[in-house]
C-alpha cells in the first residue's frame, strides 16, 4: 500500500508520528493481512494487533524494506515531478522536495506553496526568514 501524508498533517503531528501514520495507512490498504511487519527504523505504534519489528537501517538488512523504500521513491519522484510542472521555479524535478541551495533560495524568492511543510528547520536562519 502507497499513501500520501499531506504536509498539513505533518505540520500538525510531526514527521515521526506522520511516517508512523502512513505505515498505517498503508498497511489498511493491504488485501492479504501480514503476519509480522517489518519497520524500517527504531520506532512504530502497533498497529491492529500485527506483530511487529523495529529495525534500524532495515533497507540494507531486508529485501522487503528495501523493495518498499523503492516503491516509496518512486512514488515520491512521481509527486515532485507533478509539482514541477505546477511550480517549475522550486526545481523539483531536480532536487526532489530537499532542501539544496536553490531550492531555499527559491523559497527565499517566492516563497512557501501548499505543498511546503512549515515545520520544516534545517538552519537556524530559517527561523527568522521573511516570507
Known amino acids: 500500500g502507497i499513501v500520501h501524508i499531506e504536509p498539513e ?7 515521526l508520528n506522520a511516517s508512523i501514520l502512513g505505515m498505517h495507512r498503508a498497511l489498511e ?10 519497520v524500517d527504523g527504531n520506532r512504530f505504534k502497533p498497529y491492529a494487533g500485527f506483530s511487529h519489528e523495529c ?13 518498499a523504500s523503492v516503491l516509496a521513491k518512486n512514488s515520491r519522484d ?3 515531478e507533478a509539482l514541477h510542472e505546477e ?5 523539483w524535478r531536480q532536487n526532489k522536495g530537499y532542501p539544496t541551495e536553490e531550492h ?11 505543498y511546503h511543510r512549515k515545520s520544516f528547520k ?3 536562519e530559517q527561523l527568522s526568514l521573511e516570507l
Open 9 to 15: 498533517k505533518i505540520d500538525e503531528i510531526n514527521i
Open 87 to 91: 511550480f517549475p521555479m522550486y526545481n
Open 29 to 38: 490498504k493491504l488485501q492479504v493481512a501480514p503476519r509480522h511487519i517489518l
Open 104 to 114: 531555499r533560495a527559491a523559497i527565499r524568492k517566492y516563497g512557501l506553496t501548499r
Open 55 to 67: 529495525i534500524v537501517k532495515g533497507d540494507g538488512k531486508y529485501m522487503s524494506i528495501a523493495a
Open 122 to 124: 534545517i538552519r537556524s
Open 78 to 80: 512521481r509527486i515532485m
